[in-house]
């Protein structure tokens, strides 16, 4: 296929800053030169837009010119075939050419059939969802709802249950078949389409970019697909009740495998369970025209399937193979066994991955994991009892992984200095130092080298190990004991006491609490993913081991070192790949740490920034160095509860609010500092007098109370109550508030960074990763990681402070640090910064600025 030439002119909502027009040109050259680009535009600049419009230009534009190329060869081969037969004397050579010249044909014509048949199966379905009748859907609805003749009821003995349960606990043979799901029967689809993968980090922000998409000139005709979980998508009340994302899969695939008998019905209603999901397999066909005809969100998709009475999730999946954009969060793309099991097949596809400026942390996140002793131990407890009832019954391949495993967890136990008779509550002698290994020294160490790890990862999931032990303590967890002994009773029920501490009585737990722990964790899930990361090649990653106090507090953990060992793949499939975010620098850590790592040619390589499209009068920028008496403002880890300090930075917060109206944004290094602040502040009556003028927030630990707070911070801005012109919220850099919230307008007059976050230099995972990227990447690079890491933090601070054109606000880094730091801070912030050695020539400057802006409205 010939190059296409990058376009002066883009469709788009409105007309495009000049930003926003070089930005689509240079994603659309990317694209169609299968590049790896780094794309910076600074949050408010309309960088969503910008994205669907360059890319879905040209996607449509690609889509165009390889129709008009296969009609063009087909008529080609057909102007040399009739041309042979014109010219040529010899009949045999005619022939051989004419066959030759007409599979070549053949081939093209299928290509150009699957594209017709797609656009007519498409318009189909638009035809289809405007001709829905509403009655014929609750007709359908009303169908499925009536009861089933097999739902009678059969006398059956307690025996007979026992071993129909019992049964279906059973490990599933490695070579058998019998109980594979749905999923697993899907075959792998090869799409003839080129499709865009645009993947961002929550459904938050996905719901975000579908707001964008349904206001862009492309809303009408591209075919786009949401993907989410099952958490997400479940519309079976019985299963979604579960709360915990790995129960809600389970319980998913088993309803979905071998359909019970008659003769089990009763059993299954005794256990409180169903026998397969009514909404499976339910109006698939109709809910996907639904999806593929118009731009929906999850909530949307989630209300259509509970109208039509069909899943959500298993139509969505279906609809991946004839969606031309979807949608999908971080996970589903990074990490390779969900990217399998979701059915997304990157080979020639583009994938834009927004919010990319944490995409290194985000990969070695997804591959590390970690266990503790009390995992360890409840899992051995579950694997004990369930072998000692079902041992007669296994077969001799089943036997000896179930034993490998239990060696494996045994051995695990001993880096704490415990047994398999532990109790998570025992002490552990001694004071134990954090220790680190290679993976070659921990399988070493612990004496699992002889053990295949590979085939035994296998076994598990072939097994569905998981599934059945689960299964196997919900049915006989309150009866089974370990020992019929005197008063210290033991057994899985008094086991997860134990670990639970719900209850330090010698009574049994009731089922509630065995219930209960079930629900929250699945012991042998952490484990396996613990086991599979020692699939990693040694020099990727490390395992620490960190002891606590009790057995049941020690951590096992591993931790990836090089997040290019996982990307390598998803850079050998795509054609092309788009990092963007707001804030990119220091771009040398995504060509090194990444591209160039997993195996990418450097000429591949492109990158793109972007100013910011805010006025210079609408951002007053300045590194604060002390305080209204003139104390040095140096919020290092010797000066943390320095009260003369905190006593500076009260009277600063004070001044501040007196000039900048509305809504003021406190960031603090990390949720320990911020209650040090605060109860200091609180004390010394500083919050008492900022309460003259601004109602004070603070941000919550819990995500669920995140919502509620930002509420309430709005409303007192909207709506003050007299003396006070709206809000203050101290804040946490790094945390909820940090990244993907919009302080717009009002609702962030000033951001005020306080002190520089940098992470804990004594940790042994940041020493390790120190250490790593100076041996493998350059000298400097760890020391370089260490100092981006804080001002990637401070960056994504800063921008939450201006969102769109007209919006105006001020920045105030207060540390003098910050004098030595001004090269990377964002560009867009440099233009105005100053650097202020008098707080009053600070304040002066801020007043006169918000003073300027009250006159302007």
């Given amino acids: 296929m010939c190059n296409m030439e990058t376009p002066d002119v883009f469709p788009f909502p409105f007309t495009p800053y000049k930003i926003q027009q070089e930005f689509m040109k240079e994603l659309y050259k990317c694209i169609e030169n299968g590049n790896l680009g780094i794309f910076e535009s600074p949050t408010g600049t309309g960088k969503s837009l910008s994205v669907i419009c360059g890319a879905l230009k040209w996607l449509i534009d690609h889509e165009k010119l390889q129709k008009e190329e296969l009609n063009s060869k087909i008529t080609d081969l057909d102007d040399k075939i009739k041309m042979i037969e014109s010219t040529s004397n010899d009949w045999f050579l005619c022939q051989t050419e004419q066959m030759e010249f007409n599979v070549q044909k053949r081939e093209l014509q299928a290509k150009l059939d699957a594209i017709s048949k797609y656009e007519k199966k498409m318009q189909q379905y638009k035809e289809k969802i405007k001709k829905e009748n509403i009655k014929e859907k609750k007709a359908y609805v009303k169908l499925k709802s009536k009861p089933s003749d097999t739902e009678k009821d059969d006398s059956v003995s307690i025996d007979s249950q026992n071993d129909e349960i019992d049964k279906k606990l059973l490990l599933i043979d490695e070579l058998s078949d019998s109980e594979n799901s749905e999923e697993e029967k899907e075959e792998e689809q090869q799409s003839f389409h080129t499709k865009i993968f645009f993947c961002s980090r929550t459904h938050s922000q996905l719901s975000q970019f579908v707001k964008e998409l349904k206001r862009s000139p492309y809303s009408e005709n591209v075919a786009v697909v949401t993907l989410a979980s099952r958490y997400n998508y479940c519309i079976n009340k019985n299963v979604k009740k579960l709360k915990h994302n790995n129960l809600i899969n389970e319980q998913c695939l088993q309803l979905q495998r ?268 952490l484990i396996l993913s613990f086991l599979e990361c020692l699939e990693n090649n040694c020099a990727d990653g490390r395992i620490i081991v960190i002891p606590g106090s009790t057995v049941g507090q020690g951590i096992l953990k591993f931790l990836l ?183 717009s307008d009002n609702l962030g007059r000033c951001i005020i960074v306080i002190g520089m976050p940098y992470p804990n230099i004594k940790s042994i995972e940041l020493q390790e990763k120190i250490k790593y990227l100076n041996e493998n990447v350059r000298s400097d690079a760890g020391q370089n990681f260490y100092e981006n890491s804080c001002m990637k933090a401070v960056n994504q601070c800063i921008g939450r402070a201006v969102r769109h054109i007209n919006d105006y606000s001020s920045v105030i880094l207060v540390d003098v640090r910050y004098r030595y730091k001004m090269q990377a801070l964002p560009r867009w912030i440099q233009r105005s910064l100053t650097v202020s050695h008098s707080f009053g020539n600070t304040i002066g400057a801020v007043a006169k600025f918000f003073a300027a802006k009250k006159r302007n409205t």
Avoid: W
């Fill in 258 to 525: 071998k359909k019970t008998t008659r003769k089990e019905e009763k059993h299954v209603k005794k256990l409180k369970t169903t026998n397969s999901c009514p909404f499976l397999p339910g109006n698939q066909e109709s809910l996907m025209a639904e999806l593929l005809s118009d731009i929906h969100d999850i909530e949307e998709i989630i209300k259509k399937g509970e109208e039509l009475s069909t899943c959500t999730y298993y139509a969505v999946r279906k609809s991946i193979q004839e969606g031309q954009l979807i949608l999908v969060p971080y996970n589903s793309i990074l990490h390779k066994n969900t990217r399998i099991s979701s059915g997304i097949n990157l080979k020639g596809n583009i994938l834009i991955i927004d919010e990319a400026h944490n995409l290194l942390e985000a990969i070695e996140r997804m591959y590390s994991a970690s266990i503790t002793g009390r995992n360890i131990l409840h899992a051995c407890n579950q694997l004990s009892q369930y072998q000692k009832r079902y041992q007669a019954l296994f077969n001799a391949k089943n036997v000896l992984h179930l034993n490998q495993l239990s060696f494996c967890l045994k051995k695990f136990l001993t880096v704490f200095g415990a047994t398999t008779k532990s109790l998570p509550t025992d002490n552990i002698s001694g004071d134990l130092p954090s220790k680190l290994y290679t993976i070659q020294e921990f399988e070493r160490t612990t004496e699992i080298d002889t053990l295949n790890i590979f085939n035994l990862i296998s076994f598990v999931k072939k097994s569905k190990l998981i599934h059945k032990l689960r299964g196997f303590i919900e049915q006989y967890g309150n009866d089974i004991k370990i020992q019929e002994s005197n008063k210290n009773k033991s057994g899985i029920t008094q086991f997860l006491k134990s670990i639970s501490n719900v209850n330090k009585e010698e009574n049994i737990t009731s089922p509630e609490v065995v219930q209960n722990e079930n629900e929250t964790n699945s012991p042998l899930t």
């Fill in 561 to 743: 070192l090089n997040p290019a060992a996982h990307f390598h793949d998803v850079v050998t499939e795509a054609r092309a790949i788009i990092l963007a975010g707001g804030t990119m620098e220091p771009v040398s850590e995504f060509t090194e740490q990444l591209f160039l790592a997993a195996g990418v040619r450097p000429e591949r390589i492109i990158t793109f920034s972007c100013d910011h499209v805010i006025p210079p009068e609408n951002i007053i920028s300045n590194i604060l160095t002390c305080g209204p008496t003139g104390v040095e403002f140096e919020f290092n880890f010797k000066n943390r509860q320095n009260t003369k300090l905190l006593d500076e930075l009260g009277r600063m917060l004070i001044n501040f609010c007196n000039v900048i109206p509305a809504g003021v944004v406190v960031f603090l290094p990390s949720y320990d500092y911020e209650n040090i602040v605060y109860e200091h502040l609180y004390k010394s009556g500083v919050i008492t007098k900022i309460r003259l003028k601004k109602q004070i927030f603070r941000e919550p630990r819990s995500t669920s109370q995140v919502n509620d707070v930002l509420e309430q911070y709005a409303r007192c801005i909207n709506f003050p109550q007299n003396p006070q012109n709206g809000s203050l919220l101290f804040s946490v850099i790094g945390g909820k508030l940090s990244e993907g919230l919009n302080f």
